[in-house]
């Protein structure tokens, strides 16, 4: 099946972000009271907004999930992201095939702020290929595991939803794309992740991003 369009999302499949953010976040988690292995912390808010789980944060912390502390999340998360981001190995190939394959209809679909998607693009080498098709789920009506985001990208890139792929890496960035219609194709380079990521609706899962241009060519 050739796609009419190919969306990625950023955290996870394009940047390698997940491990640095979620390490902020943990540390002014523990600082404000909650306190959580990196593991924990990773399990329970990857592929969700902060802002998302304000209550499960103010009910572990006993205090409010106020704009200052939220400030001062996204600047640590900022300092710590310039310092020390990479792009996922193979990210870049992958999304050369993906714009070769959808004759350039791609897109970058995130749950994250918009700030942070097109900063982390343009520090990996990658925003050329995006600029002007990001969508952030800050800016629709209701955020991953919805499918807004991906119906935007895809609307914006004139697809049908059922004629797009998505390459996600979480369970709820799978369910997105799959209530958005879209062919799911998940990035899984921990086997372990395998059985949730199929059970949201992942209709194959790979390894590497390396063999994304492959798994193109034979679709």
Request: charged content about 20%; some cysteine.
């Amino acid at each position: 099946m050739k796609f009419e369009a190919i969306l990625f999302d950023c955290d996870g499949v394009l940047v390698d972000s997940e491990p640095i953010t979620n390490g902020v976040l943990r540390d002014l988690l523990e600082e404000s009271g909650w306190s959580l292995t990196p593991e924990e912390c990773m399990r329970f808010f990857i592929g969700k907004a902060v802002r998302d789980e304000r209550a499960t944060i103010e009910a572990r912390t006993g205090r409010p999930l106020t704009e200052a502390w939220m400030a001062e999340f996204y600047a640590r998360r900022n300092s710590e992201l310039q310092a020390r981001l990479k792009a996922i190995a193979g990210a870049h190939e992958a999304v050369a095939a993906a714009h070769v394959h959808a004759a350039e209809r791609i897109a970058c679909a995130s749950g994250a702020d918009r700030f942070k998607v097109e900063m982390q693009l343009a520090q990996v080498g990658l925003m050329d290929w995006f600029d002007g098709r990001i969508f952030s789920g800050h800016e629709m009506p209701r955020s991953k595991p919805a499918p807004d985001v991906y119906l935007a990208a895809a609307a914006h890139l004139g697809a049908a939803g059922g004629r797009c792929l998505v390459i996600e890496d979480t369970t709820t960035g799978v369910t997105a794309g799959v209530a958005a219609g879209a062919t799911v194709w998940a990035y899984c380079p921990l086997p372990e992740n395998g059985p949730t990521l199929r059970q949201a609706g992942a209709s194959h899962l790979f390894g590497h991003m390396a063999e994304l241009p492959g798994l193109l060519a034979a679709a």
